[in-house]
């Protein structure tokens, strides 16, 4: 069993916003997906798919981002998921918009949604995507807790549809049938 956790903050006025790039990401790989169940549960919306024996788990929870910890910890919890079959894909203020990277056992780096799945888990072993969304000319323009509740220009979500999800899809793909 494998989590895959998409992060951002639930609610209307928060979708295409950057601080949601992990809802987005969740809902970009998904979108062809058939026979799929969807459901409500620990405090998160959770899609389960079946890939041969491994049943796989597509969560974003509905905590808000800072209380992120608290659905993954319920869910990894209850399902007896080691943090090694766990994916989380976040936001990344210190990459530009279009870049990806990957983080395994790496601290949270100010990310307060990360730090909490830290706290609430007990551990840093963790795989993630970070997905960059900074687009900002100066980081003096606008504090950053302010620009990642922008919303992205449609010019951005073009931009995260044709480059940058495909390859965290990329990288979905591989944790589940590599790692």
Known sequence: MKLIIG??????????????????????YLKDKSAITCQSKFNAQICELHY???????????????LSGEAVQEISHFYKVN???????????????????????????????????INKL????????RVGIETRENRTDMPTDAFVLQKFSNDQLKQLDEEVLPQVNEEIEKFIFIV
């Open 7 to 28: 992060l951002g903050n639930p609610g209307k006025q928060y979708e295409r916003t950057r601080h949601n790039a992990g809802f987005l990401a969740i809902d970009y």
């Open 52 to 66: 041969g024996g491994t049943k796989v788990f597509f969560v974003k929870p509905e905590t808000f981002m800072n």
């Open 83 to 117: 943090p090694a079959d766990i994916l989380i894909i976040h936001d990344e203020v210190d990459l530009s918009l279009g870049k990806i990277r990957i983080a395994n056992d790496s601290s949270a780096g100010g990310h307060n949604g990360i730090q909490d799945i």
């Open 122 to 129: 007990g551990t840093q072993t963790l795989r993630r995507v």
